[in-house]
């Protein structure tokens, strides 16, 4: 089936530790995206990427780190610079500019 | 930036209601998008609608662009559409999409 995966479901983190999130998708889309969403709250763009090997700051970049070697992964670090990691973290994909996104299922991020 | 509002908060309804949620934007938009997340956090696409109107099911959708705002119409609703829907507007043409606070739906039986 295509779709878009992201792993692990559950990560817990330790202070002054880094974490990657996984996200892979099979649709043979070009443009992906990472958006943070904290209680409560509408989601949040944290980075994007339009084509392999280019990406974007979006509006909470600080803290966060992506690459987007190949066309159907942008995995997301977290690293120890983000203070308040704590959050529900998701992973879209869409054809291009002006289609669509779809999201994955999520990645709940905890601090120890 | 641009800002989106979404109203009501929150929703309560008996199953079998209709009702309305509605999207204010502050600001010309390419892409208007209404998702539905449900209580396992999962976001389902619901309509692409920069404007005009488009149904699926149950669920119709109608965007003003001009007048800045959408509607999402859900008719004979079902406990299952309990959750929260979100609107989500890009007005940059590079899919930045920016998301309302949500409309919390509680569909009892």
């Known amino acids: 089936d295509g779709g878009i995966t992201q792993s692990p479901k559950y990560l817990f983190r330790k202070e002054g530790q880094n974490v990657t999130l996984s996200c892979e998708q099979n649709l043979n889309h070009d443009a992906m995206y990472w958006y943070r969403q904290d209680p409560g709250q509408g989601l949040r763009l944290i980075y994007y990427s339009q084509i392999v090997n280019d990406f974007q700051k979006g509006d909470i970049a600080e803290g966060y780190s992506v690459s987007r070697e190949k066309k159907e992964s942008f995995p997301l670090t977290v690293t120890s610079a983000q203070k308040n990691p704590t959050a529900f973290y998701l992973c879209?994909?869409?054809?291009?500019?002006?289609?669509?996104?779809?999201f994955g299922d999520g990645t709940r991020l905890s601090i120890l | 930036g641009i800002q989106v509002e979404q109203s009501p908060p929150d929703l309560i309804l008996q199953e079998g209601a209709n009702s309305t949620l509605r999207c204010n934007f502050s600001d010309s938009v390419n892409n208007l998008q209404w998702f539905h997340q449900n209580p396992w956090g999962q976001l389902i696409n619901l309509f692409y609608?920069?404007?005009g109107t488009k149904q699926n099911g149950r669920l119709s959708a109608t965007t003003v662009a001009t007048e800045r705002y959408s509607l999402l119409y859900i008719s004979s609703s079902q406990t299952t559409d309990s959750g929260v829907y979100f609107c989500a507007v890009d007005n940059t043409g590079f899919q930045k999409l920016v998301f309302g606070t949500g409309t919390r739906l509680l569909v009892s039986p």
């Open positions: 609608i920069p404007s």
């Open positions: 879209a994909s869409s054809l291009d500019r002006g289609q669509p996104q779809h």
